[in-house]
């Protein structure tokens, strides 16, 4: 079922988030080092073809996503390995994609292909789940979870963008959301 069918759907997601959490970015370095493929608990199937970035791609996929939770830390909308799968799967996509046009995918691209992959699956993914008011996003120190969150993309993706349009709401009305 997808979140905007059913009113109740976040609650449910915010259980279902709670138990998955107890897995989460914790396991997600000790199993994506200890093999590319790892069916029970990531998807890799798609990567499995680009062994010889595989390094790169098992330290920077979970990197990635530890600093979305550090950023959304004493919120509800962390995330967990599920979405790790979600990310090598767009990744991969992105890495299938870029090798058909007849690009190399060396050293040198795939932080460039990492980081897309990492907007589109923010957009997708962790940004539709937020939403709340400013006490929901406001730290003890005085800064802002978006903006925190914000500070990981570079002016020109989209989610830096829509986070940008997230903060300007919260800071006009006390209220954010994704969806206008």
Wanted: proline residues 3%.
């Amino acid at each position: 079922m997808e979140q905007t069918q059913h009113s109740f759907q976040s609650e449910r997601m915010s259980k279902a988030q709670m138990t998955a959490n107890q897995r989460s970015i914790n396991d997600l370095h000790c199993s994506i080092r200890n093999s590319l493929i790892v069916p029970t608990t990531l998807i890799f199937v798609k990567i499995e073809r680009y062994r010889s970035q595989a390094q790169i791609i098992k330290e920077k996929l979970p990197e990635k996503l530890e600093a979305v939770n550090t950023a959304l830390k004493d919120t509800p909308f962390q995330v967990s390995y599920r979405v790790l799968n979600e990310l090598a799967i767009y990744l991969g996509a992105l890495m299938d994609e870029a090798t058909a046009k007849g690009e190399a995918i060396d050293d040198d691209a795939l932080p460039t292909l990492i980081d897309q992959a990492m907007d589109q699956i923010t957009l997708m993914k962790i940004l539709p789940r937020i939403e709340g008011d400013e006490d929901m996003f406001r730290r003890s120190e005085g800064t802002n979870v978006l903006k925190t969150l914000q500070s990981l993309f570079s002016e020109d993706t989209d989610s830096y963008r829509k986070l940008k349009e997230m903060t300007d709401r919260l800071d006009r009305t006390g209220f954010t959301r994704f969806w206008p």
